[in-house]
């Protein structure tokens, strides 16, 4: 079963934008983690937030975690081109090595 | 690229075929996952082997499905008796413990894409 629902299920911007896109969880958890997946690359780690962060930084992209709310979400600053790609966040519950994964949102930057 | 490779990248076989996918992982991880990707969805868990012991199996794993990790390098996917039902992209990943409590960062390899017809 999915833990986490990603919100919206696709999104379409125009590039150099702010993309924002967002994670809703069921149980506790360790840690979130949110990946990117794109036909060339495969899936690629982007970030991750451990539960007792509230947000963390790192280059154009902006996470945050919301526990009381279960749930997280990210941001894309000054998208570009090469951001066209699946989205996916994956949580751990209480376990330190399963991650289960939402259905990704699909986000598409035009030129 | 990741430095986890997955060979083959592509395998059609007929169903009632047995099939079987290796997985390298990066050399200094300890821990191996393998997942199943559907089209539109995100990955689901199958196994986890930490070394050479497989410590977790998803209820998603048949009886057809076995995995191995000999010598905790290496790891290789079989599935007996192939069901079209059993199409779909298979992700191997690998980890190292990064001191903290919870799930660390994974590495993907480019998974092998499974047809079954």
């Known amino acids: 079963s999915q833990q986490g629902e990603e919100d919206p299920q696709a999104l379409s911007i125009q590039e150099g934008e702010n993309a924002t896109m967002n994670c809703s969880y069921k149980t506790s958890i360790n840690n979130l983690q949110w990946y990117r997946q794109n036909s060339g690359r495969g899936l690629v780690h982007l970030i991750l937030?451990?539960?007792n962060e509230r947000e963390k930084h790192s280059g154009r992209l902006r996470v945050t975690l919301d526990t009381s709310k279960k749930s997280s979400s990210l941001l894309i600053t000054a998208s570009r081109a090469a951001d066209t790609a699946s989205y996916f966040c994956?949580?751990?519950?209480?376990?330190?090595?399963?991650?289960?994964w939402g259905a990704g949102t699909k986000l598409i930057i035009k030129p | 690229d990741t430095g986890v490779s997955q060979d083959p990248r592509h395998k059609i076989t007929k169903r009632g075929q047995n099939v079987t996918f290796r997985c390298d992982p990066i050399?200094?991880?300890?821990?191996l996952y393998w997942y199943r990707q559907t089209l539109g969805q995100g990955p689901e868990f199958l196994t986890y082997f930490q070394n050479e012991a497989q410590l977790e199996k998803s209820r998603l794993l048949s009886d057809r499905f076995s995995a191995e990790r000999p010598k905790g390098s290496f790891s290789t996917l079989e599935i007996q008796r192939t069901e079209q039902g059993d199409s779909a992209m298979y992700l191997c990943?690998?980890?190292?413990?990064?001191?903290?409590?919870?799930?660390?960062?994974?590495?993907f390899g480019p998974g092998t894409r499974l047809t079954v017809t």
């Open positions: 994956a949580t751990d519950g209480d376990s330190n090595y399963q991650l289960i």
């Open positions: 937030i451990r539960s």
């Open positions: 990943a690998s980890s190292f413990p990064q001191g903290y409590g919870g799930s660390y960062e994974q590495y």
């Open positions: 050399s200094e991880h300890n821990r």
